[in-house]
């Protein structure tokens, strides 16, 4: 176990009595419990499925649910048996892997892959420090909307613990909502922990954070709205935003109006849905979270003149600068689709703020399609998207750091195959 873990096992303030759940679950799995197929089964939302891992110092908990006997391959190395938990059809594996890292594994059942996804090796800031006040987590709320007929949509705010509630605090909107609540977040971005450990650090200002998720119902025909919610190029969903969803949320909490002290941040179609907000009203939002942004062509509709995710990067580059601020992560392991590419995209865009001088910071490491990456640098990504800022000042004009200005455009060169 490592050091800066030791005294973070007893947690307690969050609802979670004595015990921390993951640390429980770890401990339950090296032990081999008669509890384990309880702890597994009824623990943490999403665990027991094709992209399960939990994460608790340097142990990693890989848990998948297979009618057949399951193996687990981390980090393309041979894949080792995993263990049946007693009563269930739920396999479990306990590794000690490195930190400050990603980790890919897949899944295999009978020797046949059913699953590839990627896992962080969470830095210290993402486990509950000692003498960090916890926030608060909201209960579920429903709200229907008019903007998107015949739609409903159930959102959550958590609030930083300080949080100036009497003046007006500022404010994030988290796309995706539901999978960043509760313990789902445990094994994703781990929000609320990251924040609350920021804050009392006086590393980033106490915030109310609205956890939205996407809407069911109305023009999807059953379906949730999230593609037409989120990839859609256009200004709708920022309208849903600020006619329909912060008045709500302003009945019971004060949050500040400036674009300043107001960021919005996704992950997927969630991040060109936090990007779209704030270029179509940086006037209201000022700061933007990308994680594997979907800037591709998902809902390009030629026939009705509506262009994909692919024409962001290009308006960058082609309009005036806005006033935005914008930290951008994604992996060479990205989707490649009929709809688009994820890397290149995000490259693109990458190089499209460099060009138009955007304070902009660009992670791109080798992971696939998921949050791991995110989650690993959500402490330092919060830090930079929030750094300097001052509860006196309604304003800033936002500049490209000298370090970043100092580098040249990013260059793209294949390295898994011949390419002559």
């Known amino acids: 176990m490592t050091r800066w873990l030791a005294g973070m096992l007893l947690v307690t303030g969050m609802g979670w009595g004595q015990v921390h759940p993951l640390q429980e679950l770890v401990e339950a799995a090296r032990t081999n419990s008669p509890r384990i197929g309880e702890l597994l089964g009824k623990g943490l939302p999403g665990l027991k499925g094709r992209d399960g891992a939990a994460v608790w110092g340097q142990e990693f908990l890989f848990a998948v649910e297979s009618e057949k006997p399951a193996t687990v391959s981390v980090d393309k190395q041979p894949a080792v048996a995993m263990t049946l938990a007693p009563g269930t059809k739920i396999w479990y594996r306990l590794m000690t892997l490195r930190l400050g890292t990603t980790h890919t594994y897949t899944y295999l059942a009978d020797g046949r892959p059913i699953g590839t996804y990627d896992v962080a090796g969470y830095n210290p800031d993402a486990y509950p420090l000692p003498g960090a006040a916890r926030g608060k987590l909201s209960e579920m709320r429903t709200l229907a909307s ?201 490259i693109q865009l990458a190089n499209a703020l460099k060009m138009k001088g955007y304070d902009f910071h660009f992670r791109f490491g080798e992971g696939s399609h998921a949050i791991a990456q995110g989650a690993l640098d959500l402490p330092e990504s919060l830090a930079w998207l929030w750094r300097g800022w001052e509860a006196a000042k309604t304003a800033e004009t936002y500049e490209m750091e000298e370090a970043e200005r100092a580098k040249p455009l990013f260059r793209v060169k294949v390295v898994n195959r011949e390419a002559w």
């Not at 509630?165 to 789902?184: C, F, H, K, S, Y």
């Not at 859609?232 to 949320?249: A, I, M, N, Q």
């Not at 998902?298 to 995710?309: A, F, H, K, S, V």
């Open 146 to 346: 008019k903007i998107y007929p015949g739609m409903t949509a159930n959102y959550w705010v958590y609030v930083n613990a300080g949080a100036d509630l009497q003046r007006g605090a500022p404010l994030m909107v988290w796309q995706d909502g539901e999978t960043i609540v509760g313990n789902a977040d445990l094994l994703r971005l781990r929000l609320q922990i990251v924040s609350d450990n920021l804050v009392h650090k006086k590393v980033i200002p106490p915030m109310v954070h609205v956890l939205i998720s996407p809407g069911s119902g109305g023009e999807a025909a059953g379906t949730r709205m999230r593609s037409i919610q989120y990839d859609t190029v256009s200004d709708r969903y920022g309208k849903y935003l600020l006619e329909e969803v912060l008045p709500e949320v302003e009945k019971t909490y004060k949050v500040r109006k400036d674009a300043y002290s107001r960021a919005m941040a996704g992950a997927s179609s969630g991040a060109i849905c936090a990007w779209n907000v704030a270029w179509y009203f940086p006037g209201q939002f000022g700061r933007v979270l990308s994680h594997i942004g979907s800037y591709t062509g998902i809902q390009w509709r030629p026939e009705q003149n509506q262009d994909g995710g692919y024409i962001v990067s290009h308006r960058v580059r082609r309009e005036a600068r806005k006033n935005i601020r914008v930290w951008l992560s994604d992996g060479s392991d990205d989707i490649e689709n009929q709809t688009g590419s994820w890397p290149l995209n995000n």
